[in-house]
């Protein structure tokens, strides 16, 4: 066989929800160093909206997607550790996850154990290996250290928080609802703060005596980034890793010398899986935490892959929990 159709999400130009649009595309090959994975279920992340609207700027026209679960079809020139139908799931640059079929780079796809389903293999790959990298690489750690976690019962959120219960370390969740604070609290946050009605700078002070966490993660960005900087620890760290209110505005260095020699940390999980081998391991730790029971996928949502629209329109809305699937 040497070309197929497949259906994939397309934008011609950045904008809304309705400028995703459903088109067929052919698929050849895989070349040196490729595989063609037939997808089982796409992952929905909040980048593909940055992606969408053009804050993370792409050439048009471009696919949309960044992770998938699927079976190998067929395997180039090249690569040793995936074989004609494997099951794999990945999260991996350039974008296009959300198809049927796609030929992609191997070095970001990785084996999935079979405990895992696709539809948490799908759900896991992207939000996971960010939470493990947050974790143990952007700096590791201790246990017993305090870690105060926006938007807690997001993708990225409830595995944080199962994530922190199980290497002890005290996690404190943010959420903008009673119910959502409750869902961080039953996947493990030690603490949450409802931040829509409460302030969450003083209820950080109180819960830590005073002396604030040791690190913050801020995936919502403008809305949270200033005050978080108020939570944090002499010599704290804060790790600004997404924007989902909108880009952090410029950082005065002086600021961060007057409130207690904080170190800032900007993230991207893709500078930290660009190297194959440490993606593979980011990868198995996550999956190895899956499969040990001390992370569980919730997938809060599904939605079919021509109702992508919608998907984007309710992560946008913040009416999902957890994590969301597109079925194929
Ligand atoms: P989530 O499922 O966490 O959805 C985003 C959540 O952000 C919402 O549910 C909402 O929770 C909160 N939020 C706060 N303000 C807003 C707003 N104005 N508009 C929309 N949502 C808002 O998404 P993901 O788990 O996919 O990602 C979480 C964050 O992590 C995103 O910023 C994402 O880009 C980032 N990310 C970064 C990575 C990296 O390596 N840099 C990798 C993966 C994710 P609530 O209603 O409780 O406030």
């Excluded at 305090?146 to 993708?155: I, P, Q, S, W």
């Excluded at 593979?280 to 569980?296: C, N, Y």
Aim: glycine letters at 10%; one cysteine or more.
């Amino acid at each position: 066989m040497t070309s197929q159709t497949s259906r994939a999400v397309v934008i011609s130009k950045p904008g809304g929800p309705e400028v995703l649009e459903l088109r067929q595309q052919e698929v050849g090959e895989p070349g040196a160093g490729e595989v063609r994975v037939r997808h089982a279920v796409c992952g929905l992340n909040y980048i593909d909206v940055y992606q969408r609207t053009g804050l993370y700027p792409l050439e048009m026209p471009h696919a949309l997607g960044m992770e998938a679960s699927g079976t190998v079809e067929a395997v180039g020139d090249g690569v040793t550790h995936l074989a004609v139908g494997d099951r794999v799931a990945y999260a991996a640059m350039p974008p296009g996850a959300y198809c049927d079929v796609r030929v992609m780079p191997a070095a970001q796809v990785c084996p999935l154990p079979d405990a895992l389903s696709f539809e948490e293999g799908a759900a896991i790959m992207l939000q996971g290996m960010t939470v493990e990298y947050l974790f143990h690489r952007t700096y590791p750690i201790a246990k017993g250290e305090k870690v105060l976690f926006h938007a807690a019962a997001g993708g990225v959120g409830l595995l944080a928080c199962q994530w922190a219960k199980s290497e002890g370390i005290e996690l404190i969740g943010t959420a903008s609802t009673d119910e959502k604070c409750e869902l961080a609290r039953a996947h493990g946050a030690a603490h949450v703060i409802n931040y829509r009605t409460e302030n969450f700078v003083e209820r950080v002070s109180e819960i830590t005596n005073g002396k604030g966490v040791d690190v913050v993660m801020d995936g919502v960005g403008k809305d949270t980034f200033d005050a978080s900087l108020d939570c944090l620890k002499p010599l704290g760290i804060m790790m600004s890793f997404g924007n989902a209110s909108g880009p952090v505005p410029p950082v005065s260095l002086l600021t961060l010398a007057a409130k207690g020699s904080l170190k800032v940390a900007r993230t991207t999980l893709f500078t930290y899986t660009a190297d194959p081998e440490r993606c593979q391991d980011m990868a198995r730790h996550v999956l190895g935490k899956v499969v040990s029971g001390d992370v569980k996928v919730k997938i809060g949502q599904r939605f079919p892959l021509e109702q992508v629209a919608d998907a984007h329109r309710a992560l946008e809305a913040r009416e999902t929990i957890g994590s969301t699937v597109l079925t194929l």
